[in-house]
């Protein structure tokens, strides 16, 4: 039997974290070759390469450069320089993963090619299909033959929209397992806290950068008055996703000068130190949902919904909504007002092995069929 050869692909930052877990276990399995595309939704080095370096990802095989613009601009962008990367290594399937524009590109461009594709991250659904991700979950499990699930909330999504039970594999999730692998060098090696001198549970992180939190001017007052209310009760760090910072634009200097402490991007080891050791963590992402919640670090989540319902019903997620009065009482009631946070426990599957039996499964699927 010929080996199987998978073409991995990663666009934007939340992906890179999602992508390297796959990468290390198809190494450690042996008898898979591996191509590792990198889309270039995301370019800058602290959006992109800092994760490489220190996730130990290899340069990709294929960079495509497509860069930012509008969604459609920068979805056919993918699409028409995946076409020829898929055309040139023939892989049997393509692996792609979470929710980003070069998610769903790259899994159209294959299945119109006849290669089979593999989502990892399947079946979230936050039910609002105002957020441009909610429409490149649908549409991408929708198209994929191999849908590899987190938590089995996503697998009664999938099979309540009709996927049938035997495309729909349950392995648990994928960023837990690079959050567990790199937790200890994140506590040896950062000197974020030291840097930016701060104790112990002593501070709140926030990041935002949601459409929704920063593109209208109503939305970015509501979010600049949540940040200074914070800050009245304890140090924030808010480290600026590109879209925000430019949203911002002055406001950034009021929120200096209230002693915000703002940041650059930050990489994968510092980011993961700071949440370690904060006191709550003020978030529209959904990624930092779930790192919260296996840190056992309060998050209070600034969206009207979620994708990632198991965060809210086991671990330690409060969905607040954007209303600063509803944010500001939720973090005093929920968080400040407490000693301990409440019980949480830790989704089935989140266990540091969700790549391995993504692996494992797509071995299986192979060896049946040929
Ligand atoms: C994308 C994803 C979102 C994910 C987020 C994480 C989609 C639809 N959205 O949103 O799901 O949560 O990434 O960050 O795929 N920019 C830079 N440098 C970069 C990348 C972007 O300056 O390396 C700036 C550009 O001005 C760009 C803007 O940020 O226009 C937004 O980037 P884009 O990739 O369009 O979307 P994100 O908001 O990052």
Redesign the pocket.
Known sequence: MASLRVMLVA????NFMKVAPIWYAIQKRGGISVILVHTG????PN??DVFFAELGLPQPDEFLGVG??T?AE?TARVMLAFEPVLEKYKPDVVVVV??????LACALVAVKRGVKVAHVEAGLRSGDRTM??EI?RIATDAISDYLFTPSRDADANLLGEGIPAERIFFVGNVMVDTLLAHREKAIQHSSILQQLDLGERQYAVITL???SNVDSEEALHRMVEVILAVQKRLPVVLPL???TR?RLGDRVKVLAEEGVILLEPLGYLDFLRLMCSARVVLTD??GIQEETTMLGVPCLTMRENTERPVTLTQGTNHLVGASPEHIITSLEKDVLSKEEHRQYTLPEGWDGHAAERIVDTLIALWSCKY
């Open positions: 666009g934007a930052r939340p939704q995301h370019y800058d959006m992109s930012s613009g969604h920068q979470g929710d980003v524009n070069s998610t441009p991700e490149n950068h949601r459409p996703h590109p879209r430019s992402s959904g």
